[in-house]
């Protein structure tokens, strides 16, 4: 007697007996190998929406500008043992190759950008939960308008537009960074409208498997000139909510781009913003964060009754709260110092304190934020901190910020809960060796950039 395949089997069960059966399966990942099984299971998945629930938060891939490898700042195992996961790209096809000098290698390692579990580097698209990845062509650079060829183009950013519980596939998004100084540009064409209209954009994706250009039609005015438009902006990030892509432009102005209709619209920054300005995803859709002298400063983006506003959600003066952590706290979350442990053979004798990582999940709930943390005295309080926004928790309320004394040294990140107004120490951001890898002036500001981690564990055609 032949034995019945899965299919066969799944046959037998009436559709809701099944459905309730695969309801039970709690861990995404295995309702994602269930997926596979036939097509029958994956109909029920799909119809069911069994697999559309919210992507944890793991922790923050974190870029330092002197560092040849992006650092994973996570939280801790849970009480069953799952373990964490690592930010360690040694599985890429690009070897991790230490050159004979000890501070460089092959291949490039810059995370440009994360969207629900993928991150997009420089030719690959990755998924560090599965450790698989998939490899992305390369895209011309010439840029096109309805007018003829853009001039005065700096470089390219690229955006991942990605929605696991929707569809497996993503699509890579490539705007142009304009030049900002220096270059004689055409009057005529600096006068013209910014972004212009239709906006000829270059998307990859990964169901075709290759570039297309895609023209995008512009919905409401424009948000100023292309003179105006060419300033400096050093954090340039994007979210993708629902269908559409904000990207937070150089000249301070959000484009949404509608995937489905292929048109974008121009949203103004909210009124009274200071420095660091940060867009994210969170709880209530996309937030827009600030500092104002001592201030936090949240919005969030209202988009109903076609039209887009900023509502004030949060102003707070953060120098209180802060005060309490005067002196450095050891948090329960660990950076992984991929840096240090693949330079170590390089670097001088380092005594590195073995931490030991505790087996709890980190409650983000707890409002007993004390006895989550060591307190270490500190021998002299710095006169001078920078805070800088490392991100959003995606479906809850709090901001993740870093505390640095001077030029991003000794930097701790904490965890802000916007409806409580309390601060939890999260630990060190601060890598082994820093100090070695710094080929900096000693004044000189060090640019970090950081992306909230949801592992996504999809195993189908997402990398």
Not at 60 to 69: A, H, Q, R
Not at 365 to 385: A, G, L, Q
Not at 420 to 446: A, C, M, W
Request: with cysteine; aromatic share 14%; charged share 25%.
């Amino acid at each position: 007697m032949e034995q019945a395949d899965h299919g066969d089997l799944a046959a037998l069960l009436p559709e809701a007996v099944l459905a309730d059966v695969l309801r039970r399966v709690e861990a995404p990942r295995w309702l994602a190998v269930s997926r596979c099984v036939c097509k029958a299971w994956r109909a029920i998945i799909d119809g069911e929406n069994l697999l559309r629930t919210d992507l944890p938060l793991s922790g923050f891939f974190i870029t330092f500008k002197e560092l040849c490898l992006p650092e994973f700042f996570s939280r801790p195992l849970s009480p069953f043992g799952r373990p964490a996961i690592s930010g360690k790209l040694d599985f890429l096809p690009t070897a991790i190759k230490v050159h004979p000098d000890g501070w460089s290698l092959d291949g490039d390692y810059y995370i440009q950008d994360h969207c629900n579990g993928l991150l997009l580097l420089d030719g690959y698209v990755v998924n560090p939960a599965t450790r698989r990845w998939k490899s992305l062509p390369s895209c011309t650079r010439s840029h096109t308008t309805a007018g003829g060829i853009l001039r005065g183009i700096f470089s390219d950013h690229y955006y991942l537009a990605f929605d696991p519980t929707v569809s497996s596939h993503y699509q890579v998004f490539q705007i142009p960074y304009l030049r900002w100084a220096g270059g004689e540009f055409d009057p005529l064409e600096e006068a013209s409208e910014w972004p212009p209209s239709p906006y000829i954009l270059r998307v990859f994706s990964s169901r075709r498997g290759r570039w297309e250009e895609r023209l995008f039609v512009r919905e409401g005015d424009a948000a100023g000139t292309l003179a105006k438009a060419r300033v400096f902006g050093i954090r340039l990030r994007s979210v993708y909510w629902r269908g559409s892509l904000y990207v937070h432009c150089q000249s301070d102005f959000i484009m949404r781009i509608s995937l489905s209709e292929d048109k974008y619209n121009v949203i103004k920054p909210p009124m009274s913003v200071g420095l660091s300005n940060y867009i994210g995803l969170s709880e209530k859709g996309v937030y827009h964060a600030s500092f104002v002298k001592n201030h936090i400063r949240i919005c969030i983006l209202n988009e109903s009754c076609d039209k887009s506003e900023w509502i004030l959600k949060h102003d707070y003066d953060l120098i209180k709260p802060m005060e309490v952590f005067d002196h450095q706290v050891h948090g329960p979350w660990i950076l992984e110092d991929i840096n240090y442990g693949i330079f170590r053979s390089h670097l001088p004798s380092i005594n590195k304190e073995e931490v030991i990582q505790e087996k709890f999940e980190w409650n983000s709930d707890d409002d007993d934020f004390c006895e989550n943390v060591d307190m270490v005295e500190v021998h002299h309080r710095r006169p001078y901190f920078e805070i800088e926004i490392l991100g959003f928790h995606p479906y809850k309320e709090i901001l993740f910020f870093s505390r640095s004394e001077t030029y991003k040294l000794n930097a701790m990140a904490f965890a802000y809960h916007l409806n409580s107004f309390k601060v939890e120490s999260l630990g060190s951001i601060y890598p082994t060796g820093h100090q070695y890898f710094d080929s900096g002036l000693p004044n000189e500001n060090r640019e970090i950039k950081s992306f909230p981690y949801t592992p996504c564990c999809w195993i189908e055609e997402t990398p």
